[in-house]
């Protein structure tokens, strides 16, 4: 069984679109936020429907647009967020899309292969909001030490790729396949098979997300940042 481990797509049709055309895959898993930043997340979310994920959770992102509420994501993209939620993911989702999206749970438990896995969007003490990062150790051991009863712990939330191990539990974040913001613009997934995880980056045609982008934003500033995080993989 190859599995395909997605997060953070944020409305990029045009990565999510190549990685499912380069990689083969059996399953699909799906940690959350499909909307926001990007021109396409009714393409995204129709996407990822045809696909049926096993696994399929909720970000905050999608939590703010099905419930109305804030995303809480940080200081330095809050304002990317609210304005392509108005003015883009609001206008081209429909209703049954976003009572669709008030179904996704917020963090899933399962047995697979013998395993036990911990799905969650953010982290496992605040599965919407928290923020794991490997550069800030003593924050991932907090918030691992908390983790007790799971062989494999999979989330994604911070765009930031990474694959370790503590105390013989393995953690995921595959990172972002629309937005990543790790200093590398290649969008970013990984592969599950033969037991083990692979994370993998590919290269995307930017320019055409940055031109969709063009045509539905009317705020210069707001279209410069975007397409300088499209650019350069970092904001």
């Keep these: 069984m190859r599995i395909l481990v997605l997060s953070d797509i944020h409305g990029n049709y045009d990565s999510l679109t190549l990685i499912l055309e380069k990689e083969k895959y059996d ?14 997340p009714h393409l995204v979310l129709d996407t990822l429907r045809d696909l049926k994920p096993e696994v399929w959770i909720t970000g905050n992102h999608d939590y703010a647009n099905a419930f109305g509420v804030d995303c809480k994501c940080g200081e330095k993209t809050h304002d990317l967020s609210v304005y392509t939620r108005e003015n883009i993911t609001q206008k081209l989702l429909s209703k049954e899309d976003l009572q669709f999206l008030r179904t996704l749970p917020v ?5 697979i292969y013998g395993k036990d896995y911990l799905f969650v969007h953010a982290c496992p003490a605040d ?4 923020y794991m990062f490997d550069f800030m150790p003593e924050c991932m051991r907090n918030e691992l030490g908390g983790v007790i009863t799971t062989d494999y712990l999979l989330f994604g ?13 393995v953690y995921l974040n595959p990172g972002s396949a629309g937005q990543p913001r790790d200093g590398d613009p290649r969008v970013s997934y990984a592969i599950y098979e033969d037991g083990k995880f692979e994370l993998k980056r590919l ?4 320019e055409r997300t940055i031109e969709k982008l063009r045509k539905i934003i009317d705020r210069k500033d707001y279209l410069e940042r975007l397409i300088s995080i499209l650019f350069h993989g970092k904001v």
């Design 203 to 206: 290269d995307y045609p930017v």
């Design 157 to 169: 939330h911070t765009h930031f790729p990474v694959l370790g191990e503590y105390n013989g539990m």
């Design 27 to 40: 399953a699909v898993w799906f940690l959350g936020d499909l909307t926001d930043y990007g021109p396409e």
């Design 107 to 111: 963090k899933k438990e399962s047995k």
């Design 127 to 130: 599965p919407l909001y928290g």
